[in-house]
C-alpha cells in the first residue's frame, strides 16, 4: 500500500460571484468525514458577496483559508491553488456545487487498497438539472456512472478511454500532488471560465501512469440549464468547443501519443462538441463551418470509419465535409452500443426519455441543420 489513507487532501474552490450557492458547497467540504484537509477558497476579484461568504467560514473553520487575486479567469485561480496547496491529493471544486460527506474517505480508502502508487482517483457524478426551479429540480446519475466498473487494479487511459470521451468532470476526481508537479501540470489561464478544464483532463489522464476508478457518485454537479447554451452572443463563445478540441489535439501530439484507442476516444469528443455547436448555434454560422473544418483535418480519416460507437450519419457528415469518399463499414458495432445505451437510458431516466433519445438517434435534428 502506497497511498496513505490518512494525507492531507488540499481542496481548491476557484470562485467568481457565486453567493447565491457557495455556502452550500463550503458547508459539503466542512462535513466531510474525512478531516484532514486544508480549503483554499481562492476569491477571484468577486464583485458580489461571496468574498463575504469564505471569510465567514475562514473563521468558523480554521482549515478553510481565503486568498484574494484580481480577476484573472478559472484556470488562473486554479493554479494560484496549485501553488499554494500543501497536501498529497489535491481536489478542485466548482463554488456552484456540493460534494457528498464520504467522498474524501471513501475514495482515499479505495486507493489504499492497491499496492501501487495512484496518480488520480476518479469517480462519476449526479447531475442536478433543473436546478433554479426547485420544483422541477431532478438528480440523475451521469453518464459516466455505470459504464465504467470499478477498478480491481490500476489502469492507464488507454485501457479506459470512456474517461476522456465524457463530460470532463476533472472535479469528481483526486489527483496525486506529486505527480502534478513531476510531470508540471497545470491549468492554461483563459480569460473567464474558458473551458480550461479540458486541455487540464488531458494532461492529466493521458499522463497518468496509475488511475483507478470507484463508480460511487459523490460530486453533485449544477449541470446546464436547457438552452442556456443556445446562439451565443460572442464569436469566443461560438469557437469555443473548436478552439479547446484542438487545444487538447496539441496536447495528445506534444505527448507523442499514438495508441489509436486514446485517438478515436478524443475524435469522439470533437465529433460531440461539432455537433453540439451546430445544435446551439446553426450550421449556416459560418464560425460553425469553420471550426468543423478545422477540427476535421485535425482526424485521421480511416479512424473515424473505425470509431464503433460514432453515429453513421456523423461518418458520413465527415465524409461529406471533407471531401472524401465515403468507406465501407460495419454499422452493427453502432446497433450494439444503441441497445447499451438504450439500458441505461431506462434504467436511469425512464421510459419516456428512452423514446425521446430513439427519436432523436432516428431523425437527428443535427443531421438536418448540418
Not at 457557495?22 to 478531516?35: G, N, P, R, V
Not at 476569491?43 to 463575504?52: A, H, L, P, V
Not at 461568504?53 to 479567469?73: T, Y
Not at 450494439?336 to 434504467?347: D, K
Amino acid at each position: 500500500m502506497q497511498t496513505e489513507p490518512t494525507s492531507l487532501v488540499s481542496v481548491i474552490v476557484p470562485t467568481y460571484n457565486t453567493e447565491k450557492y457557495l455556502d452550500q458547497c463550503l458547508k459539503s467540504i466542512e462535513a466531510q468525514t474525512y478531516k484532514n484537509i486544508e480549503v483554499l477558497c481562492i476569491n477571484d476579484g468577486s464583485t458580489d458577496s461571496s468574498r463575504d461568504i469564505m471569510a465567514s467560514h475562514a473563521k468558523r473553520d480554521s482549515r478553510v483559508r481565503v486568498i484574494d487575486k484580481e480577476n484573472g479567469g478559472y484556470g488562473q485561480g486554479c493554479n494560484l491553488g496549485l501553488g499554494l496547496a500543501r497536501g498529497e491529493w489535491v481536489s478542485i471544486i466548482e463554488p456552484d456545487d456540493w460534494i457528498d460527506s464520504t467522498m474524501y474517505e471513501d475514495m482515499l480508502s479505495f486507493a489504499a487498497s492497491f499496492d501501487e502508487r495512484i496518480d488520480i482517483i476518479k469517480t462519476p457524478w449526479t447531475d442536478v438539472r433543473y436546478w433554479n426551479d426547485p420544483a422541477k429540480q431532478k438528480l440523475r446519475p451521469s453518464t459516466m456512472q455505470g459504464h465504467v466498473k470499478t477498478s480491481s487494479h490500476p489502469f492507464t487511459i488507454a485501457e479506459e478511454t470512456t474517461l476522456i470521451e465524457m463530460h470532463p468532470s476533472i472535479w469528481s476526481a483526486l489527483y496525486r500532488r506529486g505527480f502534478l508537479e513531476e510531470r508540471g501540470i497545470r491549468f492554461p489561464e483563459y480569460p473567464g471560465a474558458g473551458w480550461a478544464d479540458n486541455p487540464f483532463l488531458i494532461e492529466t489522464m493521458c499522463q497518468a501512469e496509475a488511475i483507478v476508478y470507484l463508480d460511487n457518485a459523490y460530486y453533485n454537479y449544477r449541470s446546464d440549464l436547457p438552452g442556456s447554451t443556445k446562439n451565443h452572443k460572442t464569436a469566443d463563445a461560438v469557437t469555443r468547443p473548436f478552439d479547446r478540441w484542438i487545444d487538447m489535439m496539441r496536447i495528445i501530439e506534444r505527448l507523442n501519443i499514438t495508441d489509436e484507442r486514446i485517438l478515436k476516444a478524443h475524435y469522439l469528443r470533437g465529433f460531440n462538441y461539432t455537433f453540439g455547436a451546430i445544435y446551439d448555434d446553426g450550421w449556416d454560422n459560418p464560425l460553425v463551418q469553420e471550426g468543423a473544418r478545422k477540427v476535421f483535418s485535425l482526424m485521421r480519416p480511416e479512424l473515424v470509419a473505425d470509431i464503433p460507437n460514432l453515429a453513421p450519419h456523423r461518418k458520413e457528415f465527415f465524409y461529406d465535409l471533407m471531401g472524401l469518399p465515403m468507406p465501407k463499414f460495419s454499422r452493427a458495432p453502432w446497433r450494439r452500443h444503441l441497445i447499451e445505451q438504450a439500458g441505461y437510458t431506462l434504467r436511469d431516466e425512464g421510459p419516456i426519455e428512452l423514446v425521446a433519445k430513439v427519436k432523436r438517434a432516428l431523425f437527428p435534428e443535427e443531421r438536418s441543420k448540418a
